[in-house]
């Protein structure tokens, strides 16, 4: 059975004692008795979002050949409430069994790395790849290798840990740019979510010099045809990836938060929400290519009216996969600290997935979403039950 329709192996519901909210953890499928994919905070999060997202995460691993499976965390609390802390901390307490031993988390929506990693050391596991890294044969210097990595720094004063999933998604850009022989120079792309993701995205794209027209966050668009100023912007972002208006240039645009959508660039990369692209909006979309950066970001039916229209949607365990990938890249020693390695893998990967799955849909219609899952499912025979599991070598 392939990840993309396989029932997930365990979803488990906790309720935080103090707060009364909800918290999911869904591991779909385990490789090697581990499984991979980070926890996510936003008030309204609910158990089926968590196990699209875990679906997501094994089509991730399968298509980047890691090897280990895809789980996800999601908590419904709002990450701005002053109590998300302790909720985090709760949620994280209660899940020891799993953080422990079989699940690999990290950041995600509404919980940057180094709140994580808070927690994570305040129940004395040092760090959220914990499972991963108490299970490799010296794991002081494993953890040496995967916090060298996360906090090495690279341009624009932020860490390779931060960026490089906005990399990736970069990347993705610049091989649609490359498979369909435009120029980076008179590309333009809309963003919608300008946090971790998005903003890392943004960056990349700018210094590629491709113009980045508008960026959404969750008070508004900005937008400005002939390009931002990506690096102000990002500048001007508190810890919640939101830009502060006081520090706008005049002649930016401030418009609705979905206009983002209909903002006419060639590229649109949501970035932000699941479930962004709908069908009730897919007609806004204006790109003529949509590349999820956010997970689960484009539904089913909506995916279909955009096919329809003649714009392929490059699917999240792809386009978005860079971070995860990395970190695996990292855990196993195949990267260190410098960013140029790291840099380069992710460039090559990332461009040579993109241009296959752009083949398939130039030949004659494939989506990007089926190529992806064929190449995942070629990666990856699922075990059975019965299987003895296979050591997960981390040196
Ligand atoms: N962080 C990672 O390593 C990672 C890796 C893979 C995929 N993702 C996915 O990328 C997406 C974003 O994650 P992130 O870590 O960048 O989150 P983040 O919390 O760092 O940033 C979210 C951004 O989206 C904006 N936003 C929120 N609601 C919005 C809305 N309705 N409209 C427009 N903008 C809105 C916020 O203001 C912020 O700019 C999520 O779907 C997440 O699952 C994240």
């Known amino acids: 059975m392939t990840a993309q329709n396989a029932e997930p192996l365990i979803r488990l519901t906790w309720t935080d004692p103090v707060t009364g909210t909800h918290g999911y953890l869904v591991v779909h499928s385990l490789v090697s008795g581990v499984a991979t994919g980070g926890t996510r905070m936003r008030a309204g999060c609910t158990m089926s979002e968590v196990e699209d997202l875990a679906r997501g995460m094994a089509n991730k691993t399968a298509t980047f050949n890691l090897p280990v499976g895809g789980a996800k965390g999601g908590i419904d609390f709002d990450p701005k409430d002053p109590r998300a802390f302790g909720v985090l901390e709760r949620f994280c307490g209660f899940l020891r069994p799993w953080i422990d031993a079989h699940w690999v988390t990290a950041e995600d929506l509404g919980v940057p790395q180094h709140l994580i990693d808070d927690v994570f050391a305040k129940l004395g596991l040092q760090q959220s790849y914990h499972a991963a890294i108490s299970r490799s044969a010296d794991p002081e210097r494993t953890l040496r290798r995967v916090q060298a990595g996360l906090n090495a720094p690279v341009p624009g004063g932020l860490l390779l840990g931060d960026v490089v999933g906005g990399y990736g998604v970069a990347q993705a850009c610049?091989?649609?740019a490359a498979a369909w022989s435009w120029d980076p120079a008179a590309a333009t792309v809309a963003i919608q979510g300008i946090g971790?993701?998005?903003?890392?995205?943004?960056?990349?794209l700018h210094e590629a010099g491709m113009r980045v027209v508008a960026v959404a966050d969750a008070a508004g668009t900005l937008y400005h045809p002939q390009g931002l100023?990506?690096?102000a912007l990002l500048d001007a972002r508190d810890a919640y990836g939101e830009i502060d208006r006081g520090k706008v240039p005049a002649d930016v645009q401030v418009l609705p938060r979905d206009a983002v959508l209909s903002i006419p660039a060639d590229i649109?990369?949501?970035?932000a929400?699941?479930?962004?692209?709908?069908a009730a909006n897919a007609a806004d979309i204006a790109g003529k290519v949509v590349i999820e950066a956010a997970n689960s970001a484009t539904t089913e039916v909506a995916e279909a009216a955009l096919t329809a229209r003649g714009i392929p949607v490059i699917p999240d365990f792809v386009a978005n996969a860079g971070a995860a990938a990395w970190a695996w890249w990292l855990l196993l020693g195949e990267v260190g600290a410098d960013p140029a390695d790291s840099f380069l893998r992710l460039r090559t990967e990332m461009q040579s997935k993109v241009a296959l799955l752009l083949?398939?849909?130039t030949t004659d219609r494939t989506t990007p979403r089926v190529t992806g899952h064929h190449l995942a499912a070629t990666n990856r025979v699922t075990p059975t039950l019965t299987e003895a599991p296979v050591p997960l070598l981390i040196p």
Do not use: K
């Open 359 to 361: 083949a398939g849909w």
């Open 196 to 204: 971790t993701m998005g903003g890392g995205a943004a960056w990349y």
């Open 273 to 278: 929400i699941s479930y962004a692209i709908t």
């Open 229 to 231: 100023d990506v690096p």
């Open 174 to 176: 610049i091989g649609v």
């Open 268 to 271: 649109f990369v949501p970035a």
